[in-house]
């Protein structure tokens, strides 16, 4: 599977961080085509002529500049420069993991843990920066307090990427119980 079908079929409609000249802004990802990302506004003052946008794969993050090349039905088409970076998000390994816990009241799966984030999937709906409380059943109705990085829409639930601060001894109990079970990601 290249890069570009990879994104097409697991990130399309992703909400994500988009950076001009004048600030942070949140996008829509409706896909890419060879050298062009093709991104709706979710939040917008103005319609950016550069465009940096963050695109979280697998662990890493690619990251796109682009120039606006053509408006198309609400849809806006940037051309990638010539420079595009790769970073490396997660900064620790992580693991598959399986773990019912609620968000809000609202059913979530935890589906891969690391030492200071998980990717969960939801039926609560985040926004990109949010502060959200993850209520784990399994281990004595402990909370952890956690920041949404990415979001991506499923058909009727949400998938994204949190990232947590505080290190609670729960989690790291949690985390270690996956890592032992040894699927590494």
Do not use: H
């Not at 849809?75 to 399986?98: H, M, S």
């Not at 399994?138 to 639930?157: A, P, Q």
């Not at 994204?160 to 505080?166: H, L, P």
């Amino acid at each position: 599977m290249t890069l570009e079908e990879y994104i097409n079929t697991n990130l399309m409609n992703a909400v994500l961080r988009g950076f001009t000249k004048d600030g942070e802004i949140t996008v829509r990802l409706k896909g890419i085509r060879g050298r062009v990302f093709v991104i709706t506004f979710v939040t917008i003052l103005s319609i950016p002529e550069l465009l940096r946008v963050d695109v979280p794969i697998e662990g890493f993050v690619i990251t796109f500049v682009g120039k606006l090349k053509s408006i198309n039905e609400g849809l806006y088409e940037y051309e990638a420069l010539d420079k595009v970076g790769i970073l490396q998000r997660r900064t620790k390994p992580r693991y598959a993991a399986f773990e019912e816990c609620s968000i809000y009241g609202f059913d979530t799966v935890i589906i891969d843990v690391s030492e200071n984030g998980c990717q969960v999937i939801s039926e609560f709906k985040p926004k990109l920066k949010e502060k959200i409380e993850m209520k784990l059943e399994r281990i004595n109705s402990s909370i952890v307090d956690g920041t949404v990085m990415w979001v991506v829409e499923e058909e009727e639930c949400y998938r994204y990427g949190i990232f947590i601060e505080n290190i609670s001894p729960e989690w790291k109990d949690l985390v270690e119980n996956y890592k032992q079970i040894g699927e590494g990601l």
